[in-house]
């Protein structure tokens, strides 16, 4: 029975170095920057997937507890992979890309990285604070108001 | 009231449950550590994320998430495949727009992050009113296929999930 969790363990880590290699292989040799994202982005998560799967093999079949740390490492990887490689892109986009390069989207727009005032929400936030100064200037003039006038009226009875 | 104090149930739940993990301790005290967490973040960060994405159909979730899975492993053998056997001027890479007709922030968050990590495709771009994603394929001698494809395997199912 050992000798086959460590088959099963070798055989895994032995497939998530192949993706691994496969995956920096692809970064040198895929043409350009765009096609390049490609190769790390999905070889890379198998890869590692198989060695975490390795590990969690591993801790339950020799040392007797389930260990799920390897979970987390898998979920937060797939958190955080499109995020880096939209980032990537979109950085790539702007700097080798022209619009008209590009498919349009659908409708009238265009790509948020040619919309430099797609991103309103710095604006939104100094609107509120605006509207907020607003509120806070009006109540202070009402409750002046409010006090003359009880002043006023406190005068008028003496 | 209640709405103020837990903006985010899920995410409440969520933290707690990635604490526990973390911790490795399954105690009292990391579970009281976690949901104190669970608690704070989602209050804390409430202000950035004002609406709370409504889920429809939980089993959908799991369906959605094993058919994911499978297709990351898919697409992991695909791409090795094309990077060790398909020479550079073979290639086909096409940009393909893809017109959405999800609404919700977060259903086209998943969406995003699903095409980025399935079989060749990649999620470039948002356009400028949120309405379609720009995709890049590394191999696609059919970008038509590869858009009806996104839609009606993950758009459809994020649809039932979230709207």
């Known amino acids: 029975m050992e000798l086959f969790w460590e088959i099963v363990i070798a055989a895994l880590l032995v497939i998530g170095g192949f993706f691994g290699l496969v995956g920096s292989f692809g970064l040198v040799k895929l043409p350009d920057p765009m096609t390049r994202l490609h190769a790390p982005t999905k070889a890379a998560t198998l890869g590692v997937g198989a060695v975490l799967i390795g590990s969690m093999v591993y801790f339950a079949a020799f040392k007797g507890n389930l260990s799920l740390h390897e979970l987390m490492i898998t979920l937060f990887l797939f958190l955080t992979a499109p995020i880096t490689a939209h980032f990537i892109a979109k950085a790539n986009i702007l700097r080798d890309w022209r619009a008209d390069r590009l498919p349009p989207p659908e409708g009238a727009g265009d790509w948020a990285i040619y919309t430099p005032a797609a991103d309103t929400s710095a604006l939104e936030l100094l609107e509120v604070e605006e509207a907020d100064k607003e509120a806070a200037r009006e109540a202070a003039q009402a409750a002046a108001r409010v006090a003359a006038e009880e002043g006023g009226s406190e005068a008028d009875r003496s | ?163």
């Open chain 2, 1 to 163: 009231m209640l709405k103020k104090l837990l903006p985010h149930p899920h995410l409440t739940l969520l933290l707690t449950v990635v604490w526990l993990l973390l911790a490795n301790a399954y105690t009292l005290n990391s579970l009281v550590f976690g949901l104190l967490m669970g608690l704070l973040i989602p209050w804390i960060t409430a202000p950035y994320w004002p609406e709370r994405p409504r889920i429809r159909n939980f089993p959908m979730i799991v369906e959605y998430a094993l058919i994911v899975l499978w297709d990351i492993l898919k697409s992991n053998i695909t791409v090795a495949r094309i990077v060790l056997f398909v020479p550079n001027d073979k290639l086909e890479p096409a940009w393909v727009t893809v017109p959405l007709d999800l609404h919700e922030p977060e259903a086209i968050t998943v969406l995003a992050g699903t095409i980025t990590m399935t079989p060749g495709t990649l999620t470039a771009e948002l356009a400028a009113d949120g309405h379609s994603l720009l995709v890049h394929c590394l191999h696609a001698p059919d970008p038509d296929g590869v858009r009806d494809e996104i839609k009606e395997r993950y758009e459809r199912r994020l649809k039932e999930i979230f709207e």
